[in-house]
Structure formats: structure tokens, C-alpha cells
């Protein structure tokens, strides 16, 4: 069975600190995808960033970064000099493989509401 | 270039009645697929489906819940006798269609329509 666990469910800081998300997966599949989503308050899903289970390499996009670890099975996001905008939900998810054997679909984790206090 | 149109944004209904939701995928893609995120919580995988086929529904509710994507027009959920339970976001994504189903495909999700069972 495939599982993604955030375990943060709130957190705050101040404007300019920097903040890392965790997330943590569990899948059998050899292959795999991991992904970050972010929700604003406005509702939509933005996607942020995808890897696969075979590139470990950390990955910098400006402000954001994640760290990808297939050995403690985590792939944690990490926003440095963080903002006000930076405030909403951010998802991480893990493609699984349909019961039909058909195709895959996102599992989500619950989601980490993340606040930044001016 | 529109993304992954929902509507209605907003929809209210009674307990009883029936709930339709719309999604056009973006331009291009043929694959659909509809999550349900409940408050507090992260998304849920229903359905996915292509034209004119259901592929998978293992996330659907047994009863009163439906789903079709015909050849021409927008896919279409469908909730008939709501109750409160079934008050949530139901969020639309779609995809080009075959490298998804390795997984390798970012999912385009739509703004979500959000459901109220008074």
C-alpha cells in the first residue's frame, strides 16, 4: 500500500526565517514519483516540483528546495527567507499504481498549513 | 492557453437534491481524473478516465456518485440525493495521456469546485 504522512500539520514563522516541510512515503514500487503541491488560499493546486525515485540529487529553485532520501524514505521542501505569499497548504504526493493496473493516480499526504507572520 | 476549467466554483445544495460538476481538461489532454479533498484533509483519488471510458474507480462511493467524460464536452460528476457528508472540494486534473501512466506526467489540476449540503 503507498502512504505519504506530513506529520506538521501547522506551522508559523516570521516573515525572512526559513522553514522545512517533511514528508515521509511509504510505496513497494520500485519505481516511483514524488511531487509537492502548493494551495493558496484562493484554493487551486500548484505544482511545484516532481522527482523520480531514481534521482537523488537535492534541488534548488530560487527560494525552494528539496532533499530527497531514499534511505529514511523522505522528500522534504525547504523554503529559505520565507514570505507572506509563502502562506498556504503545501501537499506532497506519491504516484501509486491503480488497482486496475491501468495507469497511476496521487496519493496526498494530509498537508502542511504553513503561515508566514509578517 | 486556459488551464483545467471547473465549474461551478461554488455550488449549494439541499439535502436530496443533485450535484453536477463540470471539468474541461486543458487543451490536448484526454485523461481526467477527479479527487475529493474533505476538510482538514489532503485529496482522495476517485475516478480517471478517458473519453468515453471509465479507466478506474476504485475511489468512488459504491452509490450516488457517477462520472462520465463523453466524446464531445466536459467531463461530468455527478452526486444525486446529497447529504452533508458529501460537503468537500472536488478537484479535476487531467493529463496528456500515456507517459502518466508510468507516472511521469504532471497532473494539471483545475481551481476545484466546492461543494455545500445544507
Known amino acids: 500500500a503507498q502512504k505519504v504522512t506530513q506529520a506538521q500539520t501547522e506551522i508559523s514563522v516570521v516573515e525572512k526565517e526559513d522553514v522545512t516541510l517533511d514528508c515521509v512515503y511509504e510505496?513497494?514500487?520500485?519505481?516511483?514519483?514524488l511531487f509537492w503541491y502548493k494551495q493558496p488560499p484562493s484554493g487551486e493546486l500548484v505544482f511545484l516540483i516532481r522527482?523520480?525515485?531514481?534521482?537523488?540529487q537535492n534541488e534548488i529553485s530560487g527560494r525552494y528546495s528539496w532533499n530527497f532520501q531514499k534511505s529514511t524514505s523522505s522528500f522534504n521542501f525547504t523554503i529559505t527567507a520565507s514570505q507572506v505569499v509563502d502562506s498556504a497548504v503545501y501537499f506532497c504526493?506519491?504516484?501509486?499504481?491503480?488497482?486496475?493496473?491501468?495507469?497511476?493516480?496521487?496519493?496526498f499526504g494530509s498537508g502542511t498549513q504553513l503561515t508566514v507572520l509578517p | 492557453n486556459a488551464g483545467v476549467m471547473q465549474n461551478p466554483r461554488h455550488l449549494v445544495r439541499r439535502r436530496g437534491q443533485e450535484a453536477r460538476l463540470r471539468c474541461s481538461p486543458m487543451?490536448?489532454?484526454?485523461?481526467v481524473y477527479w479527487y475529493r479533498q474533505l476538510p482538514e484533509e489532503g485529496l482522495k483519488f476517485m475516478v480517471y478516465?478517458?473519453?468515453?471510458?471509465?479507466?478506474?474507480e476504485s475511489g468512488m462511493p459504491k452509490e450516488r456518485f457517477s462520472a462520465e467524460f463523453p466524446k464531445e464536452g466536459p467531463s461530468i460528476l455527478r452526486i444525486q440525493q446529497v447529504v452533508r457528508g458529501d460537503s468537500a472540494a472536488y478537484f479535476c486534473?487531467?493529463?496528456?495521456?500515456?507517459?502518466?501512466?508510468?507516472?511521469?506526467?504532471?497532473?494539471?489540476f483545475g481551481a476545484g469546485s466546492r461543494l455545500t449540503v445544507l
Open positions: 486534473a487531467s493529463s496528456p495521456g500515456t507517459p502518466w501512466e508510468s507516472g511521469a506526467n504532471v497532473l494539471t
Open positions: 510505496t513497494r514500487d520500485t519505481t516511483y514519483y
Open positions: 522527482r523520480n525515485s531514481f534521482d537523488e
Open positions: 504526493a506519491l504516484s501509486a499504481l491503480l488497482s486496475s493496473g491501468s495507469a497511476r493516480q496521487l496519493t
Open positions: 487543451k490536448g489532454h484526454s485523461h
Open positions: 478516465l478517458q473519453k468515453e471510458n471509465i479507466i478506474d
